[in-house]
């Protein structure tokens, strides 16, 4: 991951999916193929990721009982690890994100050699601070690193008939972007915006870390709560 996502990677990969014309499916349904993934990137769990999507969600749904568009986002936050069956390996699928274009941040994990066969770190475009980026622009305008958050925010906001809030798009887009919620980094390039959503992606990530575990919800009894949710926010078939 380290060595391939540069500029010109995540271009073309934006460019790629964006085309959305690899199936057309419920939510539901592509949570079911979820049932076939298993996040090579993640130590705490070997569970497919269907598992972790109810998990995530019902845990979110006991602490916020009345946030519904927050339970629905605990279920659909990965859905963008689709990709997976589609050619894409699971390092440009899975894994920390972090900002392409500007200089590394030294919280990302392996940061001290993993970067050494990326061409970016040798490129004086894309190798200083702000590479090339501007003082608080906001992550609106910033490249993250090609993977199944910036994939699955692209769905939705495809998705004519999608009406999860802004937190919702936020917490799925940069929840992987461990650098910023979880090590502070990178607060340079945020605007106001990202800085008052910053405290919802730390909320929710508290759930998306800490309900992994070998407990396995009743996921057919839980269908009909969350299928009423995808009905409300995110209803019919949507193109990915």
Not at 141 to 164: A, C, R, T
Not at 169 to 187: A, E, N, T, V
Request: contains cysteine; hydrophobic residues 35%.
């Amino acid at each position: 991951m380290h060595t391939h996502q540069t500029v010109d990677f995540v271009d073309r990969k934006m460019a790629q999916w964006t085309k959305f014309d690899k199936m057309e499916l419920t939510i539901m349904e592509a949570l079911e193929k979820l049932n076939d993934v298993i996040d090579e990137s993640d130590p705490d769990v070997d569970m497919p990721n269907i598992v972790h999507a109810f998990q995530t969600a019902e845990e979110i749904r006991r602490k916020h009982p009345d946030l519904d568009w927050f339970h629905l986002t605990g279920l659909i936050h990965d859905l963008g690890k689709v990709m997976a069956f589609y050619g894409e390996p699971q390092w440009s699928v899975v894994g920390d994100t972090f900002p392409v274009g500007c200089g590394y941040a030294d919280s990302i994990v392996y940061r001290e050699t993993s970067f050494n066969m990326n061409p970016d770190l040798y490129d004086s475009r894309y190798n200083t601070k702000f590479g090339i980026y501007s003082p608080n622009c906001g992550l609106d305008n910033v490249k993250m690193s090609w993977g199944h958050d910036e994939f699955m925010y692209q769905v939705l906001i495809n998705h004519p008939n999608m009406s999860l809030p802004e937190e919702a798009l936020y917490c799925i887009r940069y929840h992987s972007f461990y650098p910023w919620h979880s090590s502070g980094d990178y607060m340079f390039l945020c605007d106001e915006k990202d800085k008052k959503m910053l405290t919802w992606i730390r909320e929710f990530n508290k759930f998306d870390l800490y309900t992994k575990s070998e407990n396995v919800p009743d996921i057919d009894q839980l269908r009909p709560y969350y299928q009423s949710l995808i009905d409300k926010y995110i209803p019919g078939k949507v193109k990915f």
